[in-house]
Every structure is written in C-alpha cells, then in structure tokens.
C-alpha cells in the first residue's frame, strides 16, 4: 500500500448546497506498507519499506518466512511480486507463492484492509511519511487488538470457514 503527502480525497456528507472545505496538500512523499493477513485468524504481518521494488520485496518476503514457516502466500500480479530468485537466495523454500488471476483485485483480501487503514488518512493533510506512518501504526493496533475484525474484512466464505 502506497501512502503518501499528497492528500487523500473523500466524499463528505454535508447539507444541501453547502460544499465542504478541505485542506489539500499535493506531494511527493511516499511510503509503502507491506502487509499479509491471514483470513482464518485475523493475524497481520507487516513492514514499510521504501518503494514497491523486487529487492524490497525480498526482504519482506525473507523477514516474513522467519516469523511465518510453512504458509502459503497467495497475493496479486504487482510487478514486485514476480521478483526472479537465484536458487542459493530463496531463504525460505518452505514457503509457497500462488498468484490471483491477472486483473482480479476484487477477489484480493488484502485490497479490503489496505482500504479500511487508508480511512483515518483521508482529508489529512501530512508534512512527510513519518507523520503518515505514525497514523497507519494508530490504525493497525487496532486490528492487532482485534483479529476479529480483520477477520470480519477478509475471510470471506470462500476463502476461510
């Protein structure tokens, strides 16, 4: 998930004819949160890492198979996800990736908690990434607090009784 200093616009309940104001902010800055939920138990694993390249990927798939041996990783088409691995670099061959089909982001579980954190941010306007970390990490406590709720988001019944 890319977040950033530029800000997020949202739609705004507001009486009729009275168009709401909003502070804007158009930036540059971006950070990216790297996440896996597992539907069945509502346990999350992140990181923020710097932009969506193949070595940043590595690096949370490597830290991700440390916490989390022997998990099946199902995720999206992103370019970062089809990173090539010499076979002496895999660090974690207990781990096994499955792709979504191609242009599917609707079947995505992760898209709907991506959606849910983003919420808090919308209409805010950030000077730079830490702030916008700082909100995230607000956010994500409360689905470590709560696996039920991530549950309630992303396992759907086809994916997790």
Known sequence: MRSGTRTIISRKWTSQGHRPKTPMKY???????????????????????????GDCFKLFMTEFAKEHPKQLMIMDNAG????KWEDEEIP??????EYLSPYSPDINPQERM????????KTKVYKNT?????DIDLEL???????SKVKS???WNWIAP
């Open 27 to 53: 930036g540059y800055k971006y950070s990216y949160l790297f996440q896996a939920t597992q539907p069945s138990t509502g346990k999350t694993f992140e990181m923020y890492l710097p932009n969506m390249s």
């Open 80 to 83: 970062c996800h089809h990173v």
């Open 92 to 97: 974690f061959p207990d781990v096994r990736i």
């Open 114 to 121: 991506f959606q849910e954190i983003r919420k808090p941010l």
């Open 130 to 134: 830490e702030e916008i970390e700082r």
């Open 141 to 147: 406590q409360t689905f470590w607090k709560n696996p």
């Open 153 to 155: 988001i992303t396992a």
